[in-house]
């Protein structure tokens, strides 16, 4: 019953930009099943109400469905896709993004022993699991909320608060707890993460981004594996041919600078690993996503 009505509520709420009158609450549709397409994940519980969605990270591949759930606990570069996806059957999601700061209010007005405990290493930045039923029944009621704009501003708040509860106590709490926990392993990797993303053009040292997580390079080294499923370069490397496709959606005949732009100094090297991520080259590619573009703007109104 849950999910009936989650779907009826997600296809009447819906926008082409996903927003909602409620802040940080997303709602997707897509009527196709397009290709894997990178993006970064953010600090997200995902619920599926209709549809299969496919998700990589590094070597991990996610795949939830309708009545399942995904908490992403650190904003990571991710490859995914609806994979049955159409206009009679569109793919229906429910988003919310998830604060550090509520994570941590909730976890200090519970108390201990109210609340799964944190394990002390690094859990993955990525799990899915079945949505229970009041997980369910307090997404629908957030989602109500939109129909009530008079009662939004003050019980939207509380019904998140819920939301956050339910996951904090469900079968992923270990991962949703370690995202209020200012000294948890996950921290240390968070701001990890952070460093490299702003930096990401820029030749780095592991024993450096490991001091400044305050954690040895051993333990730094294992823990981003755990949560990131791929070793500090191979995460930047993402992030580089990611801002690289962005770029070159923009810059269709600058693809030497390009690629200088983002870090590589070689311009074979950043061809070879931009075919091997994206399957085509960055010309043929970048040729691509500029008629796309075009196209998308043709259709605006």
């Known amino acids: 019953m849950h999910l009936d009505e989650l779907r009826t509520l997600l296809a009447r709420h819906a926008r082409p930009d996903w927003t909602t009158a409620i802040d940080g609450v997303l709602i997707s549709k897509v009527e196709r099943s397009d290709p894997p397409s990178p ?34 606990s650190v904003d990571l570069p991710v490859t995914g896709h609806f994979t049955d996806a159409g206009p009679e059957n569109p793919a229906l999601g429910f988003g919310l993004t998830l604060e550090p700061s509520a994570v941590a209010e ?37 989602l109500r909320l939109l129909d009530e704009p008079r009662d939004r501003t003050v019980l939207a708040p ?22 209020g926990l200012a000294d948890s392993s996950l921290s240390h990797i968070a701001r990890a993460v952070r460093w ?9 040292r592991v024993e450096d981004v490991a001091q400044l997580s305050g954690m040895s390079v051993s333990a730094f080294y294992r823990n981003f594996q755990a949560v990131t499923a791929m070793s500090p370069i ?12 962005l770029l070159l959606a923009t810059h269709l005949n ?16 950043f061809s070879r690993e931009y075919r091997r991520q994206f399957g085509a080259p960055p010309s043929q590619d970048a040729a691509r996503l500029h008629r796309s573009v075009r196209t998308a703007a043709a259709v605006l109104p």
């Not at 994940?41 to 990270?57: E, P, Y």
């Open 39 to 72: 993006s970064m994940s953010g600090t997200v519980l995902a619920v599926v109400a209709q549809g299969t969605k496919r998700l990589a990270l590094g070597e991990r591949v996610y795949e939830y469905r309708a009545g399942q759930y995904l908490v992403a």
């Open 106 to 142: 909730l976890l200090l007005q519970a108390g201990p022993g109210e609340a799964p405990r944190a394990s002390g290493s690094a859990l993955p930045g990525i799990a899915v699991s079945d949505a229970p039923d009041p997980l369910l029944d307090a997404v629908v009621r957030l």
């Open 158 to 179: 509380l019904v998140k608060r819920e939301i956050l509860w339910r996951l904090i106590t469900g079968e992923q709490g270990g991962i949703v707890r370690q995202l």
């Open 196 to 204: 490299i993303r702003e930096h990401y053009a820029q030749p780095f």
């Open 234 to 245: 191979q995460f930047q490397k993402q992030i580089r041919l990611q801002e690289a496709r």
């Open 254 to 269: 600058d693809i030497t600078g390009v690629g200088q732009r983002v870090g590589y100094d070689s311009p074979s090297q």
